[in-house]
């Protein structure tokens, strides 16, 4: 009897089990020999799962944004206030060594991105940022819902996803302060978006 390959599943683990090498390499050094190695496949099984290298580091970077996803919501569920809410969501790329480690492969991301506008790439970050706009849509609309910001204020959810990528961006700069530009920027929109101010 033949063996019945569930396609999704092995994509899924072949791109799980090589999660750590795209840490370690980066996007434009990994190999598809260093993924088969990794995965203890052939190389041709490699490109029965996947079209190319970029499609198999969509698949990863797609399992690191779940679990990014995944901890940001038990974060929100948990955190008591508009304030912390957004804080979280802004500061999560930065707190701690695993964090970085994705942090550096999104920068790599986002620099291959910029300079040769793949379609494939735009559409993935379309994608991701989606996922991520529906996440600070319900923060902003819970906090007008319990009165923290103004049912009326004029709150652009997307100029959010644009500072987040600028705190991406700048975080570079050695004597940049990520935790000090979360608290400006909320500072200034929880103050001017109070109910009853």
Sequence with gaps: MAIVVNKEEKRRNIALSCRELLLEYG???LTISHIAQTAGVGK???YEYFDNKEDIVFEIITTFIADHEKKLLERIETSHSTRQKLFHFFNMLFEDEIAKKHLKVYKEFLAISLMNESQEMLHFSAQC???FMVILGGIVEAAKASGEIEVSAPICVSSFAVFATGL????????????????????MLLTTNKKGE
Excluded at 170 to 184: F, G, H, M, P
């Design 168 to 187: 991406v961006v700048d975080s570079r700069l050695a004597d940049y302060d990520v935790q000090n530009e979360i608290n400006l920027f909320l500072d």
């Design 129 to 131: 940022r989606e996922r």
């Design 44 to 46: 041709g099984t490699i």
């Design 27 to 29: 996007i434009n050094s």
